[in-house]
């Protein structure tokens, strides 16, 4: 992908960032490197390889649940908006709206510096649609009408918390599986 003088040169810093151990002589360069420097030169790494990896086919990198993601990935991701205007390069990320976190941060950033690349979709609650997924999950009529309210009403509309709330109720046993599906007991 990079050659061999290039593979040499790059695979510490991809190595060390999934942990791998390294060479003995690639592990010593590495520690002379003060934080700072490691950390920016291990971004010009990545972002290298997607380059690469993009001069062969149009990539796309998604990344789900950007909201729990730490500051230094957060910091990587801002590094590699540039990459979309250089090389065919798709990056897909989802994240809650949560203004104090980082991962705004970059969609903020990416709103200002890449707005004619920044397409957003907004994925509002499910509405009444989420009683169609509850049927889904459960069957029609399974649960009792006055607990699949509530299950409803506290799912809000999130279609991940609506399957969590039906996966405690069968933690608890409030619901049993049957060759049919589910029973309420």
Sequence with gaps: LFGEGGASELYPYLGGLLELALEHEAGARMAQLSPEALQWRTFEVVG???AR???GAPLVIAIEDLHWADPTSVL??????????EAPVLLVLSLRPERDHAAWGLREHASREFPHLLREVDLGPLGDADGE????????????????????EAADGNPFFL????????DVGA??????GWRFD
Aim: charged share 25%.
């Design 48 to 50: 290298q390889l997607f």
């Design 53 to 55: 990896l993009a001069e």
């Design 76 to 85: 990587l991701l801002e590094q590699l908006l540039s990459l979309a205007e």
């Design 133 to 152: 997924l509850l049927a889904a999950l459960v069957a029609p009529a399974t649960l009792p009408a006055e607990l699949e309210r509530r299950v409803l």
């Design 163 to 170: 399957e969590e709330l039906v996966r405690s109720l069968a």
């Design 175 to 180: 619901l049993v599986r049957t060759d049919d």
